[in-house]
Nanobody
Framework: QVQLGESGGGLVQAGGSLRLSCVAS????????MGWYRQAPDKQRELVATMPSGGSTNYADSVKGRFTISRDNTKNTVYLQMNSLKPEDTAVYYC???????????????WGPGTQVTVSA
């Protein structure tokens, strides 16, 4: 069984910073992409940032220059450093990872339960 667990969310004033962490644990053979998504009230879940195992990154236009995604493959962990936060960044942030649980098995996407980020004006 694979589990993802996020931490680091909370309440911050506009202009502030937060750092989210997500650890993948359980039966893991290898991890391909890891990333962050968010869902604001009454909106669809959207991509924030992703990072394949090769190290390249992809960001939503709305967070470019403010958010930075990074990984520690030795710890099966992905981070999201969020700077210059805006009220419109308020959302539940979800970690996602594409994981292979055995050498010859397929990959599957796993999701964390989410962590709330609230940015006050």
């Amino acid at each position: 069984q694979v589990q993802l667990g996020e931490s680091g969310g909370g309440l911050v004033q506009a202009g502030g910073s937060l750092r989210l962490s997500c650890v993948a644990s359980g039966k893991i053979f290898s991890i391909n992409a890891m990333g962050w998504y968010r869902q604001a009230p009454d909106k669809q879940r959207e991509l924030v940032a992703t990072m394949p195992s090769g190290g390249s990154t992809n960001y939503a236009d709305s967070v470019k220059g403010r958010f930075t995604i990074s990984r520690d493959n030795t710890k099966n962990t992905v981070y999201l450093q969020m700077n210059s936060l805006k009220p419109e960044d308020t959302a539940v942030y979800y970690c996602a990872a594409t994981i292979r649980v055995s050498e010859l098995g397929p990959t599957a996407r796993f999701w964390g339960p989410g962590t709330q980020v609230t940015v006050s004006a």
